[in-house]
């Protein structure tokens, strides 16, 4: 009896959290920006994942090449848009929701390329663990740095 009091307040509890949050979020996020955003990363997510099976069709498995690729091509696209849109033309604000936030968000991954490079190093592939390491990083520096040139370029 006991325990089934506890549940009960513990229930009451979340839901009464639930009602705040529900309550609190429409006024701390334009549901149109959410909007935007959701559309962008959907369209980021399955480019992801359709970029990282051509990749692991085509490409040599023993590096996470599709991961490396999204990540690399994803940092060119941030770097030219955000770059394109501040200082050479005027963009909506809900181009950078969909562009920036929305699709590079997802369709970039970080955390993938961090776990895959943690497996590779538990492995004991340490030379491809450190070539992974170094290409995300650099490779990504590279891209945004390019786009940053190619939208200035415009």
Do not use: K
């Amino acid at each position: 009896m006991r325990q089934r009091a506890a549940q009960l307040r513990l229930n009451a509890g979340s839901s009464r959290f639930c009602e705040i949050a529900l309550g609190i979020l429409p006024m701390l996020v334009n549901l149109r920006d959410v909007f935007w955003i959701s559309l962008g990363a959907v369209a980021g997510a399955n480019m992801r994942y359709a970029v990282s099976r051509l990749a692991a069709q085509h490409i040599s498995s023993s590096l996470p090449y599709g991961t490396l690729l999204v990540n690399v091509t994803g940092s060119f696209v941030i770097g030219l848009f955000l770059i394109w849109t501040t200082e050479r033309v005027l963009a909506d604000a809900h181009w950078r929701f969909v562009v920036a936030i929305g699709f590079c968000g997802s369709y970039t991954t970080f955390s993938s390329y961090a776990f895959e490079t943690l497996q590779l190093f538990e492995q004991g592939h340490y030379s491809l663990a450190c070539t992974n390491f170094l290409a995300n990083n650099l490779a990504c520096l590279i891209a945004v740095l390019a786009g940053a040139i190619v939208a200035r370029a415009l």
